[in-house]
């Protein structure tokens, strides 16, 4: 009995969130890639690029179901990350503006998942 009590305190505790990172690398003479992958409840997928203060970035996530959100961060003078504000919210499945500056031009895309399981497309364009 009281090893079916642990086996079901085990379970309940369930599989634990996954963070995956993805660094992009933009081919040469590029602006543009488009990355496809499937992300977990509760999983977190971070996309590392460089880029310079004030060039144009165009980001868009489209996902089955409408899961899937994106957020920017930067780098602030203390190291350390800090996300920016996309319109009303910091979660948002499309955003175009300037990048503000980073520290070592650094910059990061993170995939949150907020309903279920899901597969998505993630386009990033940079300009300027």
């Known amino acids: 009995m009281l090893r079916w009590i642990f086996l079901l305190f085990i379970l309940s505790l369930g599989v634990q969130a996954k963070e995956?990172?993805?660094p992009l690398h933009f081919a040469q003479g590029r602006l543009s890639i488009l990355t496809e992958a499937c992300i977990q409840t509760d999983d977190r997928h971070f996309y590392p690029f460089t880029a310079r203060q004030g060039q144009a970035l165009s980001m868009a996530v489209t996902?089955?179901?409408n899961a899937v959100?994106?957020?920017l961060a930067y780098k602030n003078?203390?190291?350390q990350w800090q996300f920016l504000l996309l319109g009303k919210d910091y979660r948002a499945n499309a955003w175009h503006g300037l990048?503000?500056?980073?520290e070592e031009d650094r910059y990061l895309i993170r995939i949150d998942q907020v309903r279920q399981?899901?597969?998505?497309e993630l386009?990033?364009?940079i300009g300027g």
């Open 20 to 22: 995956l990172t993805y």
């Open 77 to 79: 003078p203390q190291q």
């Open 123 to 125: 386009f990033v364009g």
């Open 63 to 65: 996902s089955n179901h």
């Open 117 to 120: 399981p899901s597969c998505y």
């Open 69 to 71: 959100m994106l957020t």
């Open 99 to 102: 990048l503000p500056a980073s």
